[in-house]
T-cell receptor, first 115, second 115 residues
C-alpha cells in the first residue's frame, strides 16, 4: 500500500500558541485528505475533508477558525491548531486518498498536549 | 448515510484461541468495508477490505473477514491469536457511490490476548 507520513508524532505546546501538523503522501498524489481527532478509548471523529486546491469542508461542530486546514499540493496537507488550549489536547490523525487507490491511507498520528 | 456498529467493546481471549470481532453496518447503497488495527499511540493499519467479488476476504497477520449482505455484517476472524494481536480494531464503511474515501468508523473493539 501507499505511505502517508505525519509529522510531528508528538508535540507539547503552551496554552495560547499555535501548532502545525503536516500530512504528506509520499508515493502517490492525494486528491483528498481527511483529518480526524481521537479521544482516549474512543473512535476516530472526522474533523474535516480537504481537496487539493479547495477550501476544506468541516464537520458540524468543528471550529474552522481554530483548526485551519491547508491542502495546497497533491502531497501535503497541514492542520494548524490556533490558540491552543488544554481541551485541544488529543490524538490527531490524517488520511489521504487518491492515486487510483480504493482506500485511504493513514498517517502515524500526532499526540498534541497543551499545557 | 452509513453507520457501523461494533458489537463488542472489549474481547479478552487466551493466546492460540480463535477470535471473532463482530461488525454490522447500515447503508442504503453499495458499500466498501474495511478492518483497521491500531496499536497504542499509532495510526491505523489496514488489515483487509471488501470491495466486491468473493465474500471471504483474507488479510494480513492471518486475519480474515466475511461479508454477509443479508445479515449486513462483516465479522473479523482469526483462528489462533498471538499476544502481539493485542490492539484496538476498527470496522469502517464507505460508499463508492456517495462518499468516496470518506470512512465511517465503528466505536472500536479492544482485543486483549492473554498468555
Amino acid at each position: 500500500g501507499a505511505v502517508v507520513s505525519q509529522h510531528p508524532s508528538r508535540v507539547i505546546c503552551k496554552s495560547g500558541t499555535s501548532v502545525k501538523i503536516e500530512c504528506r503522501s509520499l508515493d502517490f498524489q492525494a486528491t483528498t485528505m481527511f483529518w480526524y481527532r481521537q479521544f482516549p478509548k474512543q473512535s476516530l471523529m472526522l474533523m474535516a475533508t480537504s481537496n487539493e486546491g479547495s477550501k476544506a469542508t468541516y464537520e458540524q461542530g468543528v471550529e474552522k477558525d481554530k483548526f485551519l486546514i491547508n491542502h495546497a499540493s497533491l502531497t501535503l496537507s497541514t492542520l494548524t491548531v490556533t490558540s491552543a488550549h488544554p481541551e485541544d489536547s488529543s490524538f490527531y490523525i490524517c488520511s489521504a486518498a487518491g492515486g487510483g487507490y480504493t482506500e485511504a491511507f493513514f498517517g502515524q498520528g500526532t499526540r498534541l498536549t497543551v499545557v | 448515510a452509513q453507520s457501523v456498529t461494533q458489537l463488542d467493546s472489549q474481547v479478552p481471549v487466551f493466546e492460540e484461541a480463535p477470535v471473532e470481532l463482530r461488525c454490522n453496518y447500515s447503508s442504503s447503497v453499495s458499500v466498501y468495508l474495511f478492518w483497521y488495527v491500531q496499536y497504542p499511540n499509532q495510526g491505523l493499519q489496514l488489515l483487509l477490505k471488501y470491495l466486491s467479488g468473493s465474500t471471504l476476504v483474507k488479510g494480513i497477520n492471518g486475519f480474515e473477514a466475511e461479508f454477509n449482505k443479508s445479515q449486513t455484517s462483516f465479522h473479523l476472524r482469526k483462528p489462533s491469536v498471538h499476544i502481539s494481536d493485542t490492539a484496538e480494531y476498527f470496522c469502517a464503511v464507505t460508499s463508492p457511490v456517495t462518499s468516496g474515501s470518506r470512512l465511517t468508523f465503528g466505536e472500536g473493539t479492544q482485543l486483549t490476548v492473554n498468555p
